[in-house]
């Protein structure tokens, strides 16, 4: 699996956007782009995955550079609910649900 | 539906004891898996099991026994409890071995003394 660099943490205000990078300038062509957050002490929640195209659901946003050497999760309107461990993944969509979960960024939204 | 529900939520052993930390889940998923957590880091894929009667190492293995009678359960066994599996323990399940959402428990916070 490809690895991933993100920031170790960033604060947003409360209704504005947080744009969460990462880094994967290793990623091969059939490797997935995942989002996973931890909301303090709770398991992992799936947020959105993708390879080459932006997505889009009810939770957030993935944008991912053209070459696919980096991504950005795009939560629209952050609320203080959102403030968790954001983890950006990288694996085949065959290994999907062996995920390694790396350092995570900190995500903190202040009112 | 209930989802994936982990059982004790807290436990305490003494180092040698033994114990088995239960994970079922009611969505009739075919994949589960079993991780560890440990304070300030990511989490590392212990066992998975692909189906009842199927299973297979992770990154962290050692120290740990799975088994799948069942689709719905998937416990997880230390037969010798030591200081370095306290952690926190978190079960996960999906619809299939290429499935792209994980679906986690609650978590089982274990301290080994």
């Known amino acids: 699996d490809a690895k991933t660099t993100q920031p170790t943490s960033m604060d947003c205000a409360e209704g504005r956007a947080a744009n969460l990078p990462c880094n994967h300038s290793t990623i091969s062509g059939n490797e997935y782009v995942y989002w996973y957050r931890q909301i303090h002490s709770q398991g992992p929640q799936y947020i959105i995955h993708?390879?080459?195209n932006n997505e889009t659901n009810e939770m957030a946003s993935l944008i991912i550079t053209e070459d696919r050497k980096s991504s950005t999760l795009i939560l629209p309107h952050a609320t203080l609910r959102d403030t968790a461990v954001y983890y950006c993944i990288v694996t085949r969509r065959a290994a999907g649900n062996k995920l390694t979960f790396g350092g995570g960024t900190r995500v903190l939204v202040k009112p | 539906n209930a989802g994936v529900t982990q059982t004790p939520k807290f436990q305490v052993l003494k180092t040698g004891q033994s114990m088995t930390l239960q994970c079922a889940q009611d969505?009739?998923?075919?994949?589960m898996s079993w991780y560890r957590q440990d304070p300030g880091m990511g989490l590392r894929l212990i066992h998975y099991?692909?189906?009842?009667?199927?299973?297979d190492q992770g990154e962290v293995p050692n120290g740990y026994n799975v088994s799948r009678s069942t689709t719905e359960d998937f416990p997880l066994r230390l037969l010798s409890a030591a200081p370095s599996q306290t952690s926190v323990y978190f079960c996960a399940s999906s619809r299939g071995q290429d499935s792209e959402k994980l679906f986690f428990g609650s978590g089982t916070q274990l301290s080994v003394l």
């Open positions: 099991s692909v189906g009842a009667g199927i299973t």
């Open positions: 993708g390879l080459k």
């Open positions: 969505m009739n998923h075919e994949y």
